[in-house]
T-cell receptor, first 114, second 113 residues
């Protein structure tokens, strides 16, 4: 398996623009997670899904952030409108909940909002 | 939530054994202890997980005392490529409690030649 695939790897945009980050989890995994990492706040869990259903979105910073999982092989994290403070590395991870609970992370999407 | 405390940074030399200790005084009965490793510009990678006593795999060993209020990740004979940030997490991810798995600041390990 190719692992968790995220796109784009790097995104530079201007304040106010819409940003969409994409994630393809490992086939067969039933949990999907979106994390954000910054120097100041470290790794923060934004939201996670189980069987495509959002379970906990309490980490989503505000209404500008939204996440969807239309099917088992695809998820998006959208920021609209984007702000400079959203600059961070966004990681997607997946896991098979019936196993050890090990999370498999993608390589991340580095977002810079100017 | 079970909070973890680990050293901010550690230094070692190639070939040495490195032990990173994590404190988790409020660990719950159902909580497991999990360690992740993160290299620059990469996502965290699972290293090892345990509940009690000792767990060993091809990468590391995890020592957990009887009271489970702390745990020690042991990396045998480190190399330069082991330079990374190491995170200790405590939680009950088996019952879907992933929101309780909190990545703290981690321990930044630097291995020197």
């Amino acid at each position: 398996d190719a692992g968790v695939i995220q796109s784009p790897r790097h995104e530079v945009t201007e304040m106010g623009q819409e940003v969409t980050l994409r994630c393809k989890p490992i086939s067969g995994h039933d949990y999907l997670f979106w994390y954000r990492q910054t120097m100041m706040r470290g790794l923060e869990l934004l939201i996670y899904f189980n069987n495509n259903v959002p379970i906990d979105d309490s980490g989503m910073p505000e209404d500008r952030f939204s996440a969807k999982m239309p099917n088992a092989s695809f998820s998006t994290l959208k920021i609209q409108p984007s702000e400079p403070r959203d600059s961070a590395v966004y990681f997607c991870a997946s896991s098979f909940g019936g196993d050890t609970g090990e999370l498999f992370f993608g390589e991340g999407s580095r977002l810079t909002v100017l | 939530l079970a909070k973890t405390t680990q050293p901010i940074s550690m230094d070692s030399y190639e070939g040495q054994e490195v032990n990173i200790t994590c404190s988790h005084n409020n660990i719950a009965t159902n909580d497991y202890i999990t360690w992740y490793q993160q290299f620059p510009s990469q996502g965290p990678r699972f290293i090892i997980q345990g509940y009690k006593t000792k767990v060993t795999n091809e990468v590391a060993s995890l020592f957990i005392p009887a009271d489970r209020k702390s745990s020690t990740l042991s990396l045998p004979r480190v190399s330069l490529s082991d330079t990374a940030v190491y995170y200790c997490l405590v939680g009950d991810n088996f019952s879907g409690g992933y929101n309780k798995l909190i990545f703290g600041a981690g321990t930044r390990l630097a291995v020197h030649p």
